[in-house]
Structures are given as structure tokens and as C-alpha cells.
């Protein structure tokens, strides 16, 4: 189906779900008017894939809200030209979303069909984004520091590998909190290595499995 077709849809995402919620970085809103989110979602579902909502992508998981992974991406503070890990790469939306901002993007999927779709995905679409089928909860050490480290999967608390390989002036963005209910928690390293938090807002993720949890 040609991209034409989901650009109106696309569009609306923007404006009706994103910006009307209060996100207003403009190179936010162009990445989330510009990626075609479409490709994303399984095909039984593209004809939702621009729903306000997370949608099933297999394996028991989900690629996010649209919302909330624009929320998570406005509150990152991303500049091109910094380094990014995400863990729980999904169906590769959120990883996409940062690379098209000029982020080196590094992600590791745990689910080995997920994490390789996802790999298939960026090629397709041009994307030079690394991506590892690993347990995501001990980091990614050879890339380490990172600028910006974004948990995609929820936790009671970072793990201390992950915190570990985050630079200092660097930021964590991660949903904290029991399986129900969590809290999407920015955590910022200072330059002494002190870490400061702050709840953002109520959220829900499926849970982050690992041996660092
Ligand atoms: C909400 S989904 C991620 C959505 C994704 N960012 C996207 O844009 O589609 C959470 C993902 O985290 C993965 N996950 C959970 N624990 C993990 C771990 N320890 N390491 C890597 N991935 C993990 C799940 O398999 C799932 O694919």
C-alpha cells in the first residue's frame, strides 16, 4: 500500500493525539509525521496502526502509544549527533523515531523474531540502527557510555548495569513501578555521578525480564 495512504492518518496522530497533548518540539512532531508507523504493526493490524493506543505486535508485547513514545522522546532532550540505548526494541518504532533525529541508536530486544523484524525493518527503510538479541537489563557494554539511555519495558528500578553505562550529564528515561501501574521516571546522572529522578507522569508497560531486575 503506498505511504500516501496513511499520510493523512499519520497527520492526524500528530496533531489530534501528540501535539493536543501538550508535546511541542517541532523536530518531535516532524519524526512522528514523517516515520510510517504503519510498518511497524503486524499486517493483520495496519489498518490500526495509527490508533490511540499500544497495539499487539506478537510474543505477548506491544509497540507503544503513540503518545507516550512521543512523550518519552520530547522528554530524552535528544541532539543529532548523541548516543542512544534503548531496551526493548519491539517492533523498532521508538529506535526509528530516534535515529531519524540524528541519534547513533543501539537496541536490544530479548525476543529473537521481534528484535530481527525489527532489524529487517531499518535496512528496508535505511536505517543504520544496531541492534542486539540479548538481555537488555545488562546493557550494552561495548558502546557504553551512552548520552541517553530509554527502557521500553517496565522495572521496579533501573538496573545497575544500565545506570552504570550512562554517561555523567547523561539521562535515563524509564517506566518504574509494579506491573500494573507505573511511573515514566527521568533520571539524570550529574557530573559528580549522582543521580536525580522525577516522576513525569502515570504510565503502563509490560514488564522488563532479565537477570539485572
Ligand atoms: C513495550 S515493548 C517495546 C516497544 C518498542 N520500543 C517499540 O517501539 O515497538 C517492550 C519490549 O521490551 C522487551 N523486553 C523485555 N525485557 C527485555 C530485556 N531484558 N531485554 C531486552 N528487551 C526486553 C519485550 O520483549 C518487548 O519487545
Excluded at 551512552?146 to 555523567?168: E, F, G, H, N
Aim: proline residues 6%; aromatic residues 8%.
Amino acid at each position: 500500500m503506498p505511504d500516501s495512504d496513511f499520510s493523512q492518518s499519520r497527520a492526524s496522530m500528530v496533531k489530534d493525539q501528540i501535539s493536543k497533548r501538550g508535546i511541542n518540539d517541532p523536530t518531535v512532531l516532524e519524526a512522528f509525521g514523517s516515520i510510517p508507523r504503519h510498518l511497524f504493526v503486524p499486517k493483520n493490524k495496519i489498518d490500526s496502526a495509527y490508533f490511540d493506543g499500544p497495539l499487539a505486535i506478537g510474543y505477548d508485547q506491544t509497540i507503544s502509544q503513540p503518545y507516550i513514545a512521543a512523550l518519552m522522546t520530547e522528554i530524552l532532550q535528544l541532539k543529532p549527533g548523541l548516543s542512544a540505548l534503548e531496551i526493548g526494541t519491539g517492533s523498532g518504532y521508538q529506535a526509528a523515531i530516534l535515529a531519524y533525529l540524528g541519534i547513533k541508536v543501539y537496541t536490544i530486544e530479548r525476543i529473537k523474531n521481534l528484535g530481527q523484524k525489527a532489524s529487517d525493518r531499518f535496512k528496508a527503510l535505511g536505517y543504520d540502527i544496531k541492534v542486539k538479541i540479548s538481555d537488555g537489563t545488562l546493557g550494552w557494554p561495548e558502546y557504553a557510555p551512552y548520552d541517553r539511555i530509554i527502557i521500553t519495558a517496565a522495572a521496579w528500578s533501573v538496573p545497575d548495569a544500565l545506570m552504570d553505562q550512562l554517561k555523567a550529564g547523561g539521562r535515563i528515561v524509564a517506566p518504574l513501578g509494579g506491573r500494573m501501574h507505573q511511573n515514566l521516571t527521568i533520571l539524570d546522572k550529574t557530573s559528580d555521578n549522582r543521580i536525580k529522578e522525577k516522576k513525569v507522569c502515570g504510565c503502563v508497560f509490560v514488564p522488563l525480564i532479565g537477570e539485572g531486575v
